[in-house]
DNA sequence: ATATGTGCAAACTGTTTGCACACGA
DNA sequence: TCGTGTGCAAACAGTTTGCACATAT
């Protein structure tokens, strides 16, 4: 059904242990150091994989182009529409899993992003 | 400092008027039928404008197009990875947004977006 | 042996943008 | 009048895809 490849772990790997939200061109940037021979098209491919075993997500963040994310565990994103960073904030629990369930929908995955200014940015 | 638009009222209203997450191409469409003239183009800017605004918001469902809604208040969305159906479930209340507030961010909009597969699609 | 994954590059498509003109205040 | 918005069409950029070859089981 789905086989090994050293290309897929890398980038699992890499997203699992970022914590910045890294868009798919920097992705490919980080694991040629890992596999020098992969390309962006793997890289997508494998993204797309992952995200639909719920491995990953991914955010927008309205510069046209997707981050993605290897934390699974229940978060919120501040994404500032300024600077564009993100800022996790964690939380106990998942309530849209579980709304969702009830619904008899069958949930894998969830995002929860939360648009506006960051801090530094709304000061000025 | 902003002038108005028949062509961004009339984006705004079919927005607020529909319950379909409509694409922008799909917007677009509708529009023309209240301002024939309109182009493609307007129709992005004044999308882009009116969720500057917070008085939209769009959503992702994967599919590369971007879906929007006139409905700002509390609600998550259930797509599914298969047929692209959204399901909105609203809610009590917007917590990421109160979540944002105490960490400094200045919050214009959420969107809470659920992944997986609907009841239809996963009983195949 | 056979299904699955990859690299490459071309193709695709949703979205953005420059420009000349129209409109609102 | 003067800044803002529009229509048009070309340009852009992120992403996807076909194909021949490589790899996993």
């Known amino acids: 059904m789905k086989n090994y490849s050293k290309q897929r772990e890398a980038v699992s790997n890499i997203l699992k242990a970022s914590k910045s939200h890294p868009s798919a061109a920097k992705i490919y940037e980080e694991v040629k150091k ?61 309530f849209g899993i579980r709304f969702a369930t009830d619904y008899g929908f069958s949930p894998d995955s969830s995002v929860y992003t939360v648009y506006g200014l960051c801090d530094k940015c709304s000061r000025k």
Do not use: F, M, W
Request: charged share 25%; net charge negative; hydrophobic share 30%.
């Open 34 to 94: 890992i596999v020098p021979s992969i390309s962006l098209g793997t890289v997508y491919r494998n993204l797309a994989d992952l995200q639909k075993n719920g491995e990953i997500i991914s955010v927008s963040v309205g510069d046209g182009t997707e981050r993605y994310d290897g934390d699974t565990s229940p978060h919120i994103h501040l994404v500032c529409r300024n600077c564009l960073s993100i800022t996790d904030v964690h939380l106990e629990d998942d």
